[in-house]
Protein backbone atom coordinates (compact mmCIF):
# COMPACT_ATOMS: atom_id res chain seq x y z
CA UNK A 1 0.00 0.00 0.00
CA UNK A 2 2.67 2.48 0.86
CA UNK A 3 5.00 1.42 -2.03
CA UNK A 4 2.51 1.92 -4.35
CA UNK A 5 1.11 5.83 -3.20
CA UNK A 6 4.78 6.54 -3.60
CA UNK A 7 5.60 4.58 -6.92
CA UNK A 8 2.59 5.78 -8.74
CA UNK A 9 3.42 9.69 -8.54
CA UNK A 10 6.84 8.85 -8.90
CA UNK A 11 6.44 6.87 -12.38
CA UNK A 12 3.84 9.62 -14.24
CA UNK A 13 6.11 12.42 -14.33
CA UNK A 14 8.80 9.88 -15.90
CA UNK A 15 6.37 8.52 -18.57
CA UNK A 16 5.95 12.08 -18.82
CA UNK A 17 9.57 12.91 -19.58
CA UNK A 18 9.92 9.75 -21.63
CA UNK A 19 7.12 10.20 -23.99
CA UNK A 20 8.60 13.88 -24.46
CA UNK A 21 12.17 12.42 -25.32
CA UNK A 22 10.09 10.40 -27.72
CA UNK A 23 8.58 13.48 -29.41
CA UNK A 24 12.81 14.70 -29.98
CA UNK A 25 13.73 10.92 -31.33
CA UNK A 26 13.92 7.26 -30.25
CA UNK A 27 15.80 7.72 -26.70
CA UNK A 28 18.79 5.75 -26.31
CA UNK A 29 19.95 3.19 -23.82
CA UNK A 30 21.37 5.47 -21.75
CA UNK A 31 17.95 7.97 -21.00
CA UNK A 32 15.98 4.43 -20.55
CA UNK A 33 18.42 3.22 -18.06
CA UNK A 34 18.18 6.50 -16.59
CA UNK A 35 14.49 6.68 -15.94
CA UNK A 36 14.46 2.73 -14.69
CA UNK A 37 17.20 3.87 -11.88
CA UNK A 38 15.10 7.31 -11.63
CA UNK A 39 12.07 5.30 -10.44
CA UNK A 40 13.95 2.72 -8.60
CA UNK A 41 16.21 5.10 -6.50
CA UNK A 42 13.16 7.28 -5.79
CA UNK A 43 11.03 4.64 -3.94
CA UNK A 44 14.03 3.77 -2.00
CA UNK A 45 14.89 6.73 -0.72
CA UNK A 46 11.49 7.77 0.11
CA UNK A 47 11.76 10.99 -1.09
CA UNK A 48 8.68 13.62 -0.78
CA UNK A 49 6.12 13.32 -3.53
CA UNK A 50 5.95 17.28 -3.92
CA UNK A 51 9.86 17.67 -4.53
CA UNK A 52 10.16 15.21 -7.16
CA UNK A 53 6.63 16.62 -8.43
CA UNK A 54 8.10 20.31 -8.65
CA UNK A 55 11.67 18.70 -10.24
CA UNK A 56 10.15 16.54 -12.60
CA UNK A 57 7.97 19.48 -13.97
CA UNK A 58 10.58 22.12 -14.34
CA UNK A 59 12.85 19.46 -16.01
CA UNK A 60 9.63 18.68 -18.58
CA UNK A 61 9.01 22.22 -18.85
CA UNK A 62 12.56 23.24 -20.18
CA UNK A 63 12.56 19.95 -22.05
CA UNK A 64 9.98 20.80 -24.13
CA UNK A 65 11.07 24.36 -24.95
CA UNK A 66 14.48 23.17 -26.22
CA UNK A 67 12.17 20.70 -28.14
CA UNK A 68 10.52 23.47 -29.44
CA UNK A 69 13.65 25.73 -30.51
CA UNK A 70 14.81 27.39 -27.18
CA UNK A 71 18.71 28.03 -27.11
CA UNK A 72 19.32 28.34 -23.51
CA UNK A 73 20.50 25.73 -21.09
CA UNK A 74 18.24 25.88 -17.65
CA UNK A 75 20.05 27.27 -14.62
CA UNK A 76 21.73 24.38 -11.83
CA UNK A 77 19.62 24.04 -9.06
CA UNK A 78 21.60 23.00 -6.22
CA UNK A 79 18.99 20.88 -4.38
CA UNK A 80 18.54 19.17 -7.57
CA UNK A 81 18.23 15.38 -6.92
CA UNK A 82 20.95 13.21 -8.65
CA UNK A 83 18.33 10.75 -10.44
CA UNK A 84 16.73 14.09 -11.71
CA UNK A 85 20.27 15.56 -12.35
CA UNK A 86 20.95 12.68 -14.46
CA UNK A 87 18.00 12.00 -16.46
CA UNK A 88 18.25 15.65 -17.48
CA UNK A 89 22.04 14.52 -18.59
CA UNK A 90 20.79 11.95 -20.71
CA UNK A 91 18.39 14.33 -22.45
CA UNK A 92 20.72 16.95 -22.84
CA UNK A 93 23.28 14.50 -24.43
CA UNK A 94 20.28 13.26 -26.70
CA UNK A 95 19.83 16.87 -27.34
CA UNK A 96 22.68 17.82 -28.40
CA UNK A 97 23.37 14.18 -30.75
CA UNK A 98 20.15 14.95 -32.25
CA UNK A 99 21.16 19.07 -32.75
CA UNK A 100 24.23 17.85 -34.63
CA UNK A 101 22.64 15.11 -36.80
CA UNK A 102 19.51 17.86 -37.89
CA UNK A 103 22.26 20.26 -38.42
CA UNK A 104 24.84 17.43 -40.84
CA UNK A 105 21.27 16.50 -42.53
CA UNK A 106 20.15 20.21 -43.18
CA UNK A 107 23.96 20.50 -44.67
CA UNK A 108 23.12 17.81 -46.93
CA UNK A 109 20.27 18.73 -48.05
CA UNK A 110 21.32 22.45 -49.22
CA UNK A 111 24.17 20.74 -50.69
CA UNK A 112 21.99 18.58 -52.79
CA UNK A 113 20.15 21.42 -53.69
CA UNK A 114 22.98 23.38 -54.95
CA UNK A 115 23.81 20.52 -57.37
CA UNK A 116 20.48 20.22 -58.78
CA UNK A 117 19.71 23.43 -59.09
CA UNK A 118 23.69 24.30 -60.91
CA UNK A 119 22.70 21.41 -62.89
CA UNK A 120 22.25 22.23 -66.72
CA UNK A 121 19.88 19.28 -67.34
CA UNK A 122 16.10 19.57 -66.19
CA UNK A 123 15.02 17.01 -63.14
CA UNK A 124 11.54 16.36 -61.17
CA UNK A 125 10.54 14.29 -58.94
CA UNK A 126 6.95 12.97 -58.79
CA UNK A 127 4.74 11.04 -56.24
CA UNK A 128 3.44 7.55 -56.61
CA UNK A 129 0.60 9.50 -58.35
CA UNK A 130 2.86 11.24 -60.58
CA UNK A 131 2.24 14.66 -59.14
CA UNK A 132 5.48 16.92 -59.27
CA UNK A 133 6.61 17.20 -55.84
CA UNK A 134 10.29 18.62 -56.69
CA UNK A 135 12.33 19.89 -59.23
CA UNK A 136 15.25 22.01 -60.07
CA UNK A 137 15.89 25.76 -61.43
CA UNK A 138 16.95 24.27 -64.72
CA UNK A 139 13.76 22.31 -65.18
CA UNK A 140 11.68 25.64 -65.13
CA UNK A 141 14.24 27.16 -67.35
CA UNK A 142 13.41 24.60 -69.96
CA UNK A 143 9.72 24.13 -69.56
CA UNK A 144 8.44 27.14 -68.68
CA UNK A 145 10.82 29.76 -68.76
CA UNK A 146 9.98 33.12 -66.21
CA UNK A 147 7.22 30.84 -64.43
CA UNK A 148 7.31 30.36 -60.58
CA UNK A 149 7.06 26.36 -58.82
CA UNK A 150 5.83 23.74 -61.03
CA UNK A 151 5.01 21.69 -57.92
CA UNK A 152 2.02 20.34 -57.35
CA UNK A 153 1.34 20.20 -61.82
CA UNK A 154 0.30 16.77 -63.77
CA UNK A 155 3.24 15.83 -66.76
CA UNK A 156 0.39 15.83 -68.78
CA UNK A 157 -0.65 19.65 -67.98
CA UNK A 158 3.32 20.73 -68.44
CA UNK A 159 3.52 19.09 -71.75
CA UNK A 160 0.80 18.15 -73.07
CA UNK A 161 1.82 14.93 -73.89
CA UNK A 162 0.84 11.35 -73.73
CA UNK A 163 4.01 9.70 -74.33
CA UNK A 164 5.79 11.54 -70.79
CA UNK A 165 2.86 11.29 -69.03
CA UNK A 166 2.21 7.18 -69.91
CA UNK A 167 6.07 6.62 -68.84
CA UNK A 168 5.69 8.42 -65.35
CA UNK A 169 3.02 6.25 -64.94
CA UNK A 170 4.80 3.64 -65.36
CA UNK A 171 7.37 4.25 -63.59
CA UNK A 172 5.41 5.06 -60.77
CA UNK A 173 3.01 1.42 -61.02
CA UNK A 174 5.69 -0.84 -62.84
CA UNK A 175 8.92 0.35 -62.06
CA UNK A 176 9.83 1.07 -65.52
CA UNK A 177 12.22 2.99 -66.89
CA UNK A 178 11.49 4.94 -70.01
CA UNK A 179 14.20 7.24 -72.78
CA UNK A 180 12.32 9.12 -75.03
CA UNK A 181 12.76 12.29 -77.32
CA UNK A 182 10.17 15.26 -77.56
CA UNK A 183 9.92 18.18 -79.71
CA UNK A 184 8.52 21.13 -77.88
CA UNK A 185 6.80 23.71 -80.65
CA UNK A 186 6.43 27.39 -79.89
CA UNK A 187 8.27 30.37 -80.16
CA UNK A 188 11.68 29.12 -79.79
CA UNK A 189 11.22 25.11 -80.62
CA UNK A 190 12.93 22.91 -78.98
CA UNK A 191 14.05 19.10 -78.65
CA UNK A 192 14.65 17.04 -75.33
CA UNK A 193 16.03 13.93 -74.21
CA UNK A 194 14.27 12.37 -71.52
CA UNK A 195 15.07 9.85 -68.88
CA UNK A 196 12.10 8.69 -66.91
CA UNK A 197 13.04 6.06 -64.13
CA UNK A 198 11.39 4.78 -60.77
CA UNK A 199 12.50 6.27 -57.51
CA UNK A 200 13.61 2.88 -55.89
CA UNK A 201 12.05 -0.01 -54.53
CA UNK A 202 11.56 1.91 -50.96
CA UNK A 203 10.53 4.85 -52.51
CA UNK A 204 6.90 5.20 -54.19
CA UNK A 205 7.39 7.79 -57.05
CA UNK A 206 9.18 8.24 -60.66
CA UNK A 207 11.88 10.98 -60.92
CA UNK A 208 12.91 12.38 -64.35
CA UNK A 209 16.06 14.03 -66.45
CA UNK A 210 15.89 16.36 -69.07
CA UNK A 211 18.54 16.94 -71.49
CA UNK A 212 17.80 20.05 -74.13
CA UNK A 213 19.57 18.69 -77.04
CA UNK A 214 18.43 21.34 -79.64
CA UNK A 215 21.66 22.64 -80.40
CA UNK A 216 22.92 18.48 -80.65
CA UNK A 217 20.69 18.14 -83.38
CA UNK A 218 20.71 21.37 -85.31
CA UNK A 219 24.94 20.80 -85.57
CA UNK A 220 24.05 17.54 -86.78
CA UNK A 221 21.74 19.01 -89.56
CA UNK A 222 24.71 21.40 -90.49
CA UNK A 223 27.06 18.38 -90.46
CA UNK A 224 24.85 16.32 -92.66
CA UNK A 225 23.85 19.69 -95.28
CA UNK A 226 27.65 20.40 -95.22
CA UNK A 227 28.23 17.11 -96.42
CA UNK A 228 25.57 16.81 -98.67
CA UNK A 229 26.54 20.79 -100.33
CA UNK A 230 30.38 19.57 -100.71
CA UNK A 231 29.30 16.14 -102.38
CA UNK A 232 27.18 17.99 -104.62
CA UNK A 233 29.57 20.83 -105.40
CA UNK A 234 32.13 18.52 -105.62
CA UNK A 235 30.25 16.07 -108.06
CA UNK A 236 29.12 19.31 -110.98
CA UNK A 237 33.20 19.15 -111.98
CA UNK A 238 33.68 16.06 -111.31
CA UNK A 239 30.52 15.00 -113.81
CA UNK A 240 31.84 17.60 -116.51
CA UNK A 241 35.23 16.90 -116.44
CA UNK A 242 34.54 12.61 -116.68
CA UNK A 243 32.14 13.53 -119.50
CA UNK A 244 34.08 15.72 -121.55
CA UNK A 245 37.06 13.19 -121.41
CA UNK A 246 35.22 9.74 -122.15
CA UNK A 247 34.15 12.25 -125.13
CA UNK A 248 37.34 12.81 -126.22
CA UNK A 249 38.46 9.41 -125.96
CA UNK A 250 35.28 8.35 -128.19
CA UNK A 251 36.36 9.41 -130.88
CA UNK A 252 36.13 13.18 -130.27
CA UNK A 253 40.06 14.11 -129.87
CA UNK A 254 40.40 13.98 -133.54
CA UNK A 255 37.77 16.97 -134.17
CA UNK A 256 40.22 19.70 -134.94
CA UNK A 257 37.03 22.51 -133.42
CA UNK A 258 35.46 20.31 -130.69
CA UNK A 259 38.49 18.99 -129.46
CA UNK A 260 40.59 22.40 -127.80
CA UNK A 261 37.43 23.48 -126.69
CA UNK A 262 37.02 20.46 -124.57
CA UNK A 263 39.77 20.41 -122.97
CA UNK A 264 39.33 23.97 -122.03
CA UNK A 265 36.03 22.49 -120.39
CA UNK A 266 38.12 20.15 -118.55
CA UNK A 267 41.29 22.11 -117.66
CA UNK A 268 38.58 25.48 -116.02
CA UNK A 269 36.35 22.32 -114.37
CA UNK A 270 39.71 20.90 -112.92
CA UNK A 271 40.72 24.55 -111.61
CA UNK A 272 36.90 25.25 -109.90
CA UNK A 273 37.44 21.51 -108.28
CA UNK A 274 40.78 22.65 -106.95
CA UNK A 275 39.76 25.88 -105.65
CA UNK A 276 36.43 24.22 -104.25
CA UNK A 277 38.87 22.04 -101.89
CA UNK A 278 40.89 24.82 -101.32
CA UNK A 279 38.38 27.22 -99.55
CA UNK A 280 37.08 23.98 -97.60
CA UNK A 281 40.56 23.19 -96.06
CA UNK A 282 40.96 27.07 -95.06
CA UNK A 283 37.42 26.79 -93.51
CA UNK A 284 38.16 23.62 -92.34
CA UNK A 285 41.56 24.88 -90.84
CA UNK A 286 39.67 28.42 -89.82
CA UNK A 287 36.99 26.53 -87.89
CA UNK A 288 38.99 23.98 -85.54
CA UNK A 289 41.35 27.16 -85.11
CA UNK A 290 44.40 25.36 -86.80
CA UNK A 291 45.09 28.92 -88.30
CA UNK A 292 47.89 30.65 -86.45
CA UNK A 293 47.48 34.26 -87.47
CA UNK A 294 50.49 36.55 -86.60
CA UNK A 295 48.89 39.84 -85.46
CA UNK A 296 50.99 43.28 -86.78
CA UNK A 297 50.37 46.59 -87.84
CA UNK A 298 49.14 46.37 -90.89
CA UNK A 299 49.28 49.02 -94.01
CA UNK A 300 45.12 49.03 -95.01
CA UNK A 301 46.44 50.69 -98.72
CA UNK A 302 49.09 48.45 -99.55
CA UNK A 303 46.93 45.36 -98.57
CA UNK A 304 43.84 47.40 -100.83
CA UNK A 305 46.22 47.81 -103.60
CA UNK A 306 47.30 44.28 -103.93
CA UNK A 307 43.73 42.64 -103.63
CA UNK A 308 42.31 45.25 -106.82
CA UNK A 309 45.76 44.47 -108.65
CA UNK A 310 44.49 40.94 -108.77
CA UNK A 311 41.46 41.32 -109.74
CA UNK A 312 42.12 44.54 -112.02
CA UNK A 313 42.15 41.98 -115.40
CA UNK A 314 39.32 40.47 -114.36
CA UNK A 315 37.51 43.87 -113.94
CA UNK A 316 39.02 45.66 -117.29
CA UNK A 317 37.60 42.30 -119.25
CA UNK A 318 34.08 43.51 -118.15
CA UNK A 319 35.21 46.98 -118.55
CA UNK A 320 34.38 48.01 -115.38
CA UNK A 321 36.33 50.92 -112.64
CA UNK A 322 37.80 50.52 -109.43
CA UNK A 323 38.72 53.43 -107.08
CA UNK A 324 40.71 53.33 -103.99
CA UNK A 325 40.23 55.47 -101.40
CA UNK A 326 42.46 54.80 -98.33
CA UNK A 327 44.24 56.90 -97.00
CA UNK A 328 48.16 55.76 -96.50
CA UNK A 329 48.64 56.14 -93.23
CA UNK A 330 45.51 53.88 -91.94
CA UNK A 331 46.69 50.67 -89.99
CA UNK A 332 44.97 47.62 -88.74
CA UNK A 333 45.69 45.28 -86.20
CA UNK A 334 45.50 41.85 -88.34
CA UNK A 335 47.09 39.39 -90.21
CA UNK A 336 48.29 40.67 -93.27
CA UNK A 337 47.67 38.02 -95.44
CA UNK A 338 44.09 37.45 -93.58
CA UNK A 339 43.46 40.80 -94.21
CA UNK A 340 44.41 40.64 -97.96
CA UNK A 341 42.66 37.33 -98.42
CA UNK A 342 39.52 39.40 -96.50
CA UNK A 343 39.96 41.96 -99.31
CA UNK A 344 40.26 39.85 -101.98
CA UNK A 345 37.58 37.82 -101.61
CA UNK A 346 35.38 41.29 -101.26
CA UNK A 347 36.59 42.71 -104.15
CA UNK A 348 36.32 39.56 -106.47
CA UNK A 349 32.48 39.42 -105.24
CA UNK A 350 32.15 42.69 -105.86
CA UNK A 351 33.73 42.21 -109.63
CA UNK A 352 31.37 39.33 -110.42
CA UNK A 353 28.13 40.10 -109.57
CA UNK A 354 28.69 43.82 -111.34
CA UNK A 355 27.58 43.68 -114.82
CA UNK A 356 30.00 45.31 -117.90
CA UNK A 357 30.96 49.20 -117.33
CA UNK A 358 29.96 49.05 -113.49
CA UNK A 359 32.08 50.66 -110.92
CA UNK A 360 33.91 49.31 -107.85
CA UNK A 361 34.85 51.47 -104.97
CA UNK A 362 37.45 50.73 -101.95
CA UNK A 363 36.84 53.68 -99.06
CA UNK A 364 38.93 53.35 -95.77
CA UNK A 365 38.82 55.61 -92.79
CA UNK A 366 39.06 54.79 -88.80
CA UNK A 367 35.71 55.10 -87.54
CA UNK A 368 34.66 55.11 -83.39
CA UNK A 369 38.46 53.53 -82.74
CA UNK A 370 38.15 51.17 -85.35
CA UNK A 371 39.71 50.57 -88.85
CA UNK A 372 36.37 50.67 -91.19
CA UNK A 373 37.50 49.74 -95.59
CA UNK A 374 34.10 49.64 -97.69
CA UNK A 375 33.64 47.86 -100.75
CA UNK A 376 31.14 49.69 -102.97
CA UNK A 377 29.86 48.09 -106.15
CA UNK A 378 26.59 49.51 -108.70
CA UNK A 379 26.09 45.29 -108.74
CA UNK A 380 23.16 43.36 -109.15
CA UNK A 381 22.89 43.54 -105.58
CA UNK A 382 21.31 41.22 -102.55
CA UNK A 383 17.13 41.34 -101.77
CA UNK A 384 17.11 42.04 -98.11
CA UNK A 385 15.88 38.44 -97.51
CA UNK A 386 18.80 36.81 -98.55
CA UNK A 387 21.32 39.73 -96.49
CA UNK A 388 21.25 37.43 -92.85
CA UNK A 389 22.04 34.28 -95.05
CA UNK A 390 25.01 35.02 -97.20
CA UNK A 391 27.63 34.62 -94.86
CA UNK A 392 26.66 30.83 -94.05
CA UNK A 393 28.99 28.16 -96.03
CA UNK A 394 27.56 27.34 -99.43
CA UNK A 395 24.73 29.84 -99.50
CA UNK A 396 24.15 31.83 -102.81
CA UNK A 397 21.84 34.18 -103.99
CA UNK A 398 21.41 32.56 -107.18
CA UNK A 399 22.96 29.28 -107.20
CA UNK A 400 23.24 28.75 -111.42
CA UNK A 401 24.98 32.28 -111.72
CA UNK A 402 27.10 31.72 -108.93
CA UNK A 403 28.50 28.71 -110.48
CA UNK A 404 28.86 30.05 -113.77
CA UNK A 405 30.60 32.84 -112.35
CA UNK A 406 33.14 30.01 -110.63
CA UNK A 407 32.02 30.87 -107.50
CA UNK A 408 32.80 28.31 -104.39
CA UNK A 409 29.48 29.61 -102.36
CA UNK A 410 32.28 29.37 -99.24
CA UNK A 411 34.29 33.44 -100.41
CA UNK A 412 32.47 34.86 -97.59
CA UNK A 413 32.36 32.31 -94.77
CA UNK A 414 35.27 32.45 -95.04
CA UNK A 415 35.53 36.43 -94.75
CA UNK A 416 33.69 36.28 -91.43
CA UNK A 417 35.85 33.53 -90.11
CA UNK A 418 38.95 35.41 -90.96
CA UNK A 419 37.81 38.19 -89.36
CA UNK A 420 36.45 36.60 -86.34
CA UNK A 421 39.52 35.54 -85.71
CA UNK A 422 41.14 38.77 -85.92
CA UNK A 423 38.68 40.67 -83.89
CA UNK A 424 36.80 41.98 -86.33
CA UNK A 425 33.31 41.66 -88.20
CA UNK A 426 31.89 42.45 -91.60
CA UNK A 427 28.39 44.47 -92.54
CA UNK A 428 26.47 44.31 -95.76
CA UNK A 429 23.94 46.65 -97.21
CA UNK A 430 22.64 45.99 -100.08
CA UNK A 431 19.83 47.20 -102.23
CA UNK A 432 18.64 45.12 -105.18
CA UNK A 433 19.71 46.69 -108.99
CA UNK A 434 21.80 49.50 -107.47
CA UNK A 435 24.67 47.97 -105.67
CA UNK A 436 26.20 46.55 -102.32
CA UNK A 437 28.56 47.84 -99.72
CA UNK A 438 30.37 45.56 -97.50
CA UNK A 439 31.81 46.96 -94.41
CA UNK A 440 35.08 45.37 -92.64
CA UNK A 441 36.03 46.14 -89.11
CA UNK A 442 39.05 46.02 -87.71
CA UNK A 443 41.09 46.96 -84.32
CA UNK A 444 43.59 49.62 -84.25
CA UNK A 445 47.27 48.79 -83.86
CA UNK A 446 48.20 49.02 -80.07
CA UNK A 447 50.14 52.25 -79.71
CA UNK A 448 53.98 51.51 -79.19
CA UNK A 449 54.56 51.71 -75.58
CA UNK A 450 56.02 55.34 -74.20
CA UNK A 451 59.35 55.78 -73.32
CA UNK A 452 59.39 55.45 -69.80
CA UNK A 453 62.34 57.47 -67.79
P1 LIG B 1 30.25 32.75 -104.15
O1 LIG B 1 31.42 31.88 -104.34
O2 LIG B 1 28.97 32.16 -104.65
O3 LIG B 1 30.47 34.13 -104.61
P2 LIG B 1 30.25 33.92 -101.53
O4 LIG B 1 30.25 33.26 -100.20
O5 LIG B 1 31.41 34.77 -101.85
O6 LIG B 1 30.05 32.76 -102.57
O7 LIG B 1 28.95 34.78 -101.64
C1 LIG B 1 27.70 34.20 -101.30
C2 LIG B 1 26.59 34.79 -102.15
O8 LIG B 1 26.40 36.17 -101.81
C3 LIG B 1 26.91 34.81 -103.61
O9 LIG B 1 26.55 33.59 -104.22
C4 LIG B 1 26.07 35.95 -104.13
O10 LIG B 1 24.75 35.51 -104.35
C5 LIG B 1 26.03 36.91 -102.95
N1 LIG B 1 27.01 38.03 -103.11
C6 LIG B 1 28.23 38.12 -102.55
N2 LIG B 1 28.82 39.29 -102.88
C7 LIG B 1 27.95 39.96 -103.65
C8 LIG B 1 27.97 41.24 -104.28
N3 LIG B 1 29.01 42.06 -104.20
N4 LIG B 1 26.87 41.59 -104.99
C9 LIG B 1 25.81 40.78 -105.09
N5 LIG B 1 25.72 39.57 -104.51
C10 LIG B 1 26.78 39.16 -103.79
Known sequence: MHVRAILLPLLLPSAVVAVLVATLDSPGGALAAALVTLAGSLMALGVSRGAVQRQLDTLTRHTRGRAEGALTAPASNPDQLEEVASLEGAIDSLHTRLSTQNARLLQESRTLTAVL????????????????????????????????SLIGERPLALLRNDVLSDAVMRACGEGAST?????????????????????????????????????LRRLEKVRKDFVANVSHELRTPITAIRGYAETLQGGALNDAVMAPKMVEIIHRQSERLSELVEDL?????????????????????????????????????????ISLHVPTELRALGDSRAVEQVLLNLLDNA??????????????????????????????GIEPKHLSRIFERFYRVDKGRSRDMGGTGLGLS????????MDGEVKVESQPNVGSTFTIFLPLPVPAKAATG
Not at 284 to 299: D, G, H, I, K, Q
Not at 360 to 370: I, T
Request: glycine letters at 10%.
Open 351 to 380: VKYTPPGGRVDVYGACEDGRCVVRVRDTGL
Open 414 to 421: IVKHLLQA
Open 281 to 321: LELSRLESREVRLALTSVSLADAVARAADTVRPKAEGKDQR
Open 179 to 215: RLELELEGLFPRTLSIRVTPLGRDLPGSAAVFHDITE
Open 117 to 148: DGMAEGIWVTDAEGTVVSHNDALRDILQPGAG
